[in-house]
């Protein structure tokens, strides 16, 4: 995986997340902390969106998936022809933290900072 000294001044670091980003939604059916039906529909509206600007940007999959669950992940998007240069991990050397640091973050589960008048806690 890329690993970076300093901060990128030519492109931007993104971080997506898989399940209801980079596919359409969460099928995974949950018993006893174990899954079944691990399905994976793409989300063409995001990743029609990563291809076309693939070189623009580093990749970061920003996922809670671990071990297969992780792997499953990572085997969908290469054969979609998606590409990360950093899974669950910084592009940027950081010894002081490891919280996921990216320009933009793309998550189903987020809220813009220009809406949270509209949040509802």
């Known amino acids: 995986m890329l690993k970076l000294n300093e ?18 939604a969460d099928y ?16 063409t509206t995001v990743t029609n ?7 623009d940007m580093y990749l970061i999959l920003w996922t809670c998936r671990i071990g297969k669950a992780l792997d499953d992940a990572i085997d969908f998007c290469n054969s979609i022809n998606i590409h990360f240069d950093a899974i669950n991990d910084n592009i940027v050397c ?7 640091m990216a320009d933009i973050y793309i998550d189903d589960k987020s809220v813009s900072i220009n ?3 509209e949040v509802i806690l």
Not at 28 to 43: A, C, G, K, S
Not at 49 to 55: D, E, G, S, T
Not at 94 to 100: A, G
């Open 49 to 55: 969106w990563v291809r076309n600007h693939r070189n």
């Open 94 to 100: 950081f010894e002081s933290s490891n919280k996921i």
């Open 7 to 24: 901060w990128p001044k030519n492109k931007k670091i993104v971080a997506i997340d898989f399940d209801g980003t980079i596919t359409i």
């Open 115 to 117: 809406n949270l008048n």
């Open 28 to 43: 995974r059916i949950w018993h006893n902390n174990v899954y079944t039906n691990d399905i994976h529909i793409e989300n």
